[in-house]
């Protein structure tokens, strides 16, 4: 199993994106909207507008953006 390295930084996007984007347009977005790089290493993490969902993108190191999808439940 691949996964980032023990001192992988994380970047948590404040505003909500369209769910319906991938991989590469999330990174794409990474560059155009907030500056980085979505090369490096860094795990993003997007979340969906209702904040039930959320999409995290890093790069592995084989040429690829890895898309980890995950739902979450909301809590009240």
């Known amino acids: 199993m691949m996964g980032p390295g023990a001192g992988a930084r994380v970047m948590v996007a404040t505003r909500p994106v369209d769910f319906r984007k991938g991989p590469d347009s999330l990174a794409a977005l990474v ?3 907030y500056g980085g790089d979505p090369f490096s290493g860094v795990i993003y993490v997007f979340r969906a507008k209702r904040s039930d969902r ?3 993108i ?6 690829r953006n890895r898309p980890i999808e995950a739902a979450c439940r909301e809590v009240r």
């Open 54 to 56: 959320i999409k995290l």
């Open 58 to 63: 890093w790069w592995d190191g084989t040429g």
């Open 31 to 33: 560059g155009a909207e």
